[in-house]
């Protein structure tokens, strides 16, 4: 089995020219206050998810860049040029129109489609996405911005009227919060981001935006776009150590709206740095374990694809992923059965290679650290009962089916983030709802049934407990209008396409008594268009 690993990782030749990347890609390149600002400092190495295989035989991983390795300093003057065009909500973007913010989103978005290509190859070579899930997260960032700017315009339309309660007439918009800072994930480093990224600038907020730790290159084809879309300062783009840099810019309490998704642990000590905590709204995507719950009477060919599917999509490095498998005593080894034979037929290889599913990993220490995991619950009891489950290469960790797991092992209840499928046999549903109640995450859960009544206790079972209840079907985000949230220590706030438009902005009401002089004063300022905010304006 190692050696078959070993073959999967290619010689630099064997590379098919579309996917090659052309040389070393050092970046200098900031962006703050509208200009694209060369770091004369220190450069952080990006190291790719694939290795190359030497003359020698040995694998090496790839170093394909470098991004700016920026101090305290830098990060403060980025904060300060968004503190600058914000102008206390009096900067230029904040006053703009929405009609206005949406041409320029617009623009930005024609611009980011010409790059679609370089961030592509990008995605790649950094975190290991295979290509046509690369396309698929560029593809649906895309789409998202299209749907974001259609929720603004159903939003303003709504709000162009005025309401008239108990003799005061009133007209309520929604208003920008300030700075926001926004840091995404290294999973999905394009299309989470901008989940938060896009709907914080289109309300009309200054950005402060720290791409993911991997999968950071893949921003630079976007920066002229950024720079030549909005006015200076609207977006700030830094890199570094998150430590160096955010940890500033929380300490400095110019954060207004603080969009993070990453680790529990990182939000609350990013936000315990705030000085003025009761100022700071958060939005924030957590850590999830969600169990997938097989019950006595199932469809086990849907049941067994969802869960390989849920589990092992981007190698289970999603926060959606299915990451424990509860499945019923009467069922489990069949159950087994037929998920050693699907994950038997998943391709491995490299991202770009035609129907791989499973690709190396880009976490530094990550095969280590499921390796860990894998001994600690064989140490306790379980097994690998997949062939070759378990075994790594490089950068390459081949996926491991893990049976029967228990609540002494870590990976019961720790996010393993990573291709190991913990199942645990039960025999009564109180042991699951258990489970679902006592975890300290409340992402989402899939159940997996055709009984009513097994299916709709544990509907009322887990409605308090998590997100999202997936009925015969893996956990998952979209779609985009639908809400996306969770419990615990799993997120905080509710994002989806009209949900983020809410997040980062607030509601203002103009009011006046309902009465002639009112009624006229107002009917002015609308005719003669001497206000941006109170207006009847109608976006098509």
């Known amino acids: 089995m190692t050696a078959d690993l070993e073959r999967l990782f290619p010689a630099a030749d064997d590379i098919p020219a579309p996917y090659r990347l052309d040389g070393t890609l050092e970046q200098r390149e900031f962006l703050i206050n509208g200009e694209l600002v060369e770091w004369e400092g220190d450069l952080a190495p990006v190291r790719s998810a694939v290795c190359l295989r030497r003359e020698d035989g040995e694998l090496e991983q790839c170093v394909i860049g470098s991004t700016p390795l920026l101090d305290a300093d830098a990060a403060l003057g980025a904060l300060d040029a968004a503190v600058h065009a914000y102008d206390l909500g009096q900067g230029v973007w904040p006053t703009m129109s929405v009609s206005e913010r949406i041409r320029n989103v617009e623009n930005f978005l024609h611009r980011m489609k010409e790059q679609r290509d370089a961030v592509v190859r990008l995605l790649m070579w950094e975190i290991g996405k295979n290509l046509p899930d690369s396309e698929k997260e560029f593809d649906r960032t895309c789409d998202y911005i299209v749907d974001t700017v259609n929720a603004l315009k159903e939003l303003d339309r709504r709000s162009s009227r005025f309401e008239i309660e108990q003799g005061t007439l009133g007209q309520i918009r929604r208003v920008p919060l300030g700075v926001a800072l926004c840091m995404g994930p290294y999973n999905y480093p394009l299309n989470e981001t901008f989940t938060t990224l896009i709907p914080a600038l289109i309300m009309g907020n200054t950005v402060v935006f720290k791409p993911a730790k991997f999968g950071v290159l893949l921003i630079r084809p976007l920066l002229e776009a950024f720079r030549d879309s909005f006015p200076p300062g609207v977006i700030n783009i830094i890199y570094g150590r998150g430590r160096e840099t955010v940890g500033a810019l929380m ?42 719950i097989v019950l006595p009477d199932v469809d ?4 067994v694809g969802e869960c390989v599917t849920g589990a092992l999509s981007f190698n289970g490095q999603r926060c959606t ?6 499945v ?31 690709t190396p990993l880009p976490e ?15 140490s306790k009891g379980a097994s690998v009962v997949n062939e070759g489950g378990g075994n790594s290469v490089g950068t390459f960790f081949y996926p491991a089916l893990l049976y029967p797991v228990t609540p002494q092992m870590r990976v019961y209840n720790e996010e393993q983030f990573g291709p190991i499928i913990p199942v645990v046999p039960y025999d009564d549903l109180s042991e699951v709802i258990d489970y679902v109640r006592n975890s300290d995450f409340g992402q989402q859960l899939s159940l997996f049934g ?25 956990c998952q985000r979209g779609p985009d209008s639908f809400p996306f949230t969770g419990r615990k220590n799993s997120a905080e706030g509710t994002l989806s396409v009209a949900d983020a438009l809410r997040v ?35 976006i098509f």
């Open 504 to 538: 980062f902005s607030i509601r203002t009401l103009v009011a006046a008594k309902d009465n002639a002089a009112s009624k006229a004063l107002v009917g002015s300022i609308i005719r003669d268009r001497e206000s941006t905010f109170l207006s009847t304006d109608y």
């Open 450 to 474: 055709r009984d009513p009544q097994q299916m709709a206790r544990m509907i009322d079972a887990c409605a308090n407990q998590v997100g999202r209840i997936n009925l015969n079907a893996q």
């Open 364 to 378: 530094p220490g990550k095969t280590a650290f499921l390796t860990q995991m894998l001994e600690d619950a064989r």
């Open 251 to 292: 300490e400095s309490g110019k954060v207004d709206v603080f969009a993070f998704i990453g680790t529990n642990k990182g939000a609350s000590d990013l936000k315990k740095l705030h000085p003025r905590p009761h100022r700071l709204r958060a939005a924030l995507g957590l850590d999830a374990k969600n169990p997938g």
């Open 328 to 358: 019923h005593r009467s069922q489990v080894d069949d159950f087994l059965d037929r998920f050693k034979s699907r994950l038997a037929t998943l391709k491995s290889g490299m991202p770009w290679e035609p129907g791989v599913a499973l």
């Open 321 to 326: 992923a299915l990451k424990i498998l509860f």
């Open 300 to 303: 086990l060919d849907t049941a």
